[in-house]
Nanobody, 123 residues
């Protein structure tokens, strides 16, 4: 079992930055893949970025070059550095984990979820 707690959301102006954190509890965190998803009002949950157990990273096209995902296994924490934020990035951001270590973009295939943190970007 893994429990995930997100933090770091907030309100920023377009062009600003935020760093989201996903703190995990439980054993064997280092073998888990961890991903970030977002859900805007009235929209489906979407894949944003993920990092596997080997620290390989994956991004959806709209955030490439702006967002960076990283992990600190000693702290059992995954970070999402969000730069050059745009109003269309506004959403609730969730972190998720799956124990296989592989990254998949379908949220249905992730086993554990945090409660979410709100990111609001104003123009």
């Amino acid at each position: 079992q893994v429990q995930l707690v997100e933090s770091g959301g907030g309100s920023v102006q377009a062009g600003g930055s935020l760093r989201l954190s996903c703190a995990a509890s439980g054993r064997f965190f280092s073998i888990y893949a961890v991903g970030w998803f977002c859900q805007a009002p009235g929209k489906e949950r979407e894949f944003v970025a993920a990092i596997n157990s080997g620290s390989n990273t994956y991004y959806t096209d709209s955030v490439k070059g702006r967002f960076t995902i990283s992990r600190d296994n000693a702290k059992k924490t995954v970070y999402l550095q969000m730069n050059s934020l745009k109003p269309e990035d506004t959403a609730v951001y969730y972190c998720a984990a799956r124990p296989t270590g592989q990254v998949v973009t379908s949220g249905r295939l992730w086993d554990y979820w945090g409660q979410g943190t709100q990111v609001t970007v104003s123009s």
